[in-house]
């Protein structure tokens, strides 16, 4: 308890926290071909396994909470894992998930006298970085500087948008029964080890109006 305490004693007010602190995706003209191959070389251009080291974000009622997170990633199977610490080294929580759902290994027992915190905030960075393509049934609908795909997700919508001239993703949205519920934003994509990766990502919770901000540190594939 008493760490956990020092945690948030450093819980940093942020000024402007509706600033989005990262490089504007690139928009503009997307590379030739139809929009299903546009898709497919996105896909090929993400590692299939990588291992990030990023800081994190958690945004609420103006006010931030740092953590540190190790997130693994098999795309091929859609798996991830994810150990996150606060900023003195005391491992806050561990999961692991597939595109379904999340398993809690382990949370601070302070944490937990809140509620199943680690499965919210597992099913966000699980929708961060798993499922990054639409089905080869979504609808898709084609802008001048975009494509968008839209298909059947849960009670709702999930949404894909590409732009630029990479073809990159840079939002997911799902729309619910009340409207825009969840949005991932892309930024600031690199190429590493021959592959692309985006170094910046905002999540944003509308239904619990809070966001997670994501900057890579590290990356091993």
Known sequence: MKRLLQFIVVVLV?????????????RGPLPAGNPRAIVERFQASMPANFHLLNSIVFE??????????????????????????????????????????????YTIAALSRFGD????????????????????????????????????????????VFSGPEGDLIE???????????????????????KRIPHGILFLNYDFHYRLTVRQKEFHS
């Open 172 to 194: 997911k949205n799902f729309y619910g029964d009340t409207g825009l519920a969840w949005r991932v934003s892309y930024y600031d994509y690199r190429e590493q080890n021959g």
């Open 60 to 105: 609420y009622n103006s006010r931030a909470f740092p953590a540190i997170g190790y997130v693994d990633i098999d795309r091929k199977n859609e798996l991830l894992k994810v150990v996150c610490l606060n900023p003195m080294g005391v491992k806050l929580f561990e999961l692991s998930g597939d595109r379904d759902k999340v398993e809690n290994h």
């Open 14 to 26: 942020v000024a402007g926290c509706g600033a989005v602190p990262f490089k504007e995706a690139a």
């Open 117 to 160: 915190i680690t499965t919210a905030v597992g099913n966000d960075i699980r929708r961060v970085y798993l499922d990054m393509t639409p089905s080869p049934e979504a609808r898709v609908s084609v802008g001048r500087h975009s494509l968008r795909f839209r298909q059947p997700f849960g009670a709702g919508v999930l949404e894909y």
